[in-house]
């Protein structure tokens, strides 16, 4: 089945320790983006990745780090930097079109609840 | 400024119908999405309007205005498992990106 894996589904870090966070999609998408949802906010978008080895900060990037070396995987790593990391994570995934709109509906993956002690 | 409205929370009753409004204030408009997202799960996609008008999908519509920057979602003949939140989410800025920009979400409780 095509789909959007994200694991682990619980993940727990003691202060100060970086902790990478998996996001896998067998869709052939071609974008691939993580967002960040706190307890009454919106989702906020941290990295975009529109291509292969290019990737774009979104509106909350510091604190955090990702790399696209494969069009499957988009791996997202919190580091120490990043202030108040405790949070539900998702990864998301479209495909472009030919013409406008460009890309269509974001497909969402099961996310990563991290808790940080 | 980037700005998305919706009501935080609204109650409803299985069987009957309930709109959920979202303004939105953006530099930039290529669209806007309802998602569906039950507690502690994905969201998942329900609609997308990029023109003026009303789009119909089964028990669920979606309305957009671009002038008055205004969407609706309409559920019909609610049922239980609809209890859930529904994000509304603009996408702006460049036309060539896929940026999407959240509201806060409704969080929808439907009673037997």
């Known amino acids: 089945d095509g789909g959007i894996t994200q694991s682990p589904k619980y993940l727990f870090r003691k202060e100060g320790q970086n902790v990478t966070l998996s996001c896998e999609q067998n869709l052939n998408h071609d974008a691939m983006y993580w967002y960040r949802q706190d307890p009454g906010q919106g989702l906020r978008l941290i990295y975009y990745?529109?291509?292969?080895?290019?990737?774009q900060k979104g509106d909350i990037a510091e604190g955090y780090s990702v790399s696209r070396e494969k069009k499957e995987s988009f791996p997202l790593t919190v580091t120490s930097a990043q202030k108040n990391p405790t949070a539900f994570y998702l990864c998301?995934?479209?495909?472009?079109?030919?013409?406008?709109?460009?890309?269509?509906?974001?497909?969402f993956g099961p996310g990563t609840r991290l808790t940080v002690l | 400024g980037q700005n998305i409205d919706q009501p935080t929370e609204m109650t409803a009753t299985e069987g009957a119908i309930v709109q959920i409004n979202c303004t939105y204030q953006t530099s930039g408009f290529n669209g806007l999405f309802w998602y569906q997202q039950h507690a502690g799960e994905a969201p998942t996609f329900l609609s997308y309007?990029?023109?003026?008008g009303l789009e119909e999908k089964g028990r669920f519509s979606s309305f957009l205005s671009r002038s008055k920057g205004y969407s609706y979602l309409l559920l019909k003949e609610l049922q239980m498992k609809d209890s859930a939140s529904y994000l509304c989410?603009?996408?702006?800025?460049?036309?060539?990106?896929?940026?999407?920009?959240f509201g806060t979400g409704t969080r929808l409780q439907v009673f037997p």
């Open positions: 989410a603009v996408r702006g800025g460049a036309y060539n990106t896929d940026k999407l920009i």
């Open positions: 990745s529109q291509i292969v080895n290019d990737f």
């Open positions: 309007n990029v023109l003026d």
């Open positions: 998301a995934s479209s495909t472009r079109t030919r013409g406008r709109p460009y890309y269509n509906e974001q497909f």
